[in-house]
């Protein structure tokens, strides 16, 4: 069982930067696959991005690439997401997951956060 709970979602206006963390406890954090997930209202849950268990490879979602990036630091159990360029369509709660298969799969996760509200305002 992995516990994970995020943190650093808030309102910022378009153009603004977000950092969001996610802080994991439990089982071995390095044994997992992390992934960003987000899910605005009224939509379906939408994948973001995803790091390997070590940081080296990342896969990020088309309309994220080049402004999010993903990171985590094993020795503090954390995983990350820096969000620049914010858009009003980034508007979402944002959930952190772990997956305990080695590829950077899109869905299939196996632990989730509760998840943090970002607003972003034009």
């Known amino acids: 069982q992995v516990q994970l709970v995020e943190s650093g979602g808030g309102l910022v206006q378009a153009g603004g930067s977000l950092s969001l963390s996610c802080a994991a406890s439990g089982r071995t954090f390095n044994n997992y696959v992390m992934g960003w997930f987000r899910q605005a209202p009224g939509k379906e849950r939408e994948f973001v991005a995803a790091i390997s ?17 993903i990171s985590r630091d094993n020795a503090k159990n954390t995983v990350y997401l820096q969000m620049n360029s914010l858009k009003p369509e980034d508007t979402a709660v944002y959930s ?27």
């Open 96 to 122: 952190c997951a772990a997956d305990q298969a080695s590829s950077l799969r899109t869905t299939g996760y196996d632990y989730w956060g509760q998840g943090t509200q970002v607003t972003v305002s034009s």
């Open 53 to 69: 268990r070590n940081g080296a490879w990342t896969r990020y979602a088309d309309s994220v690439k080049g402004r999010f990036t």
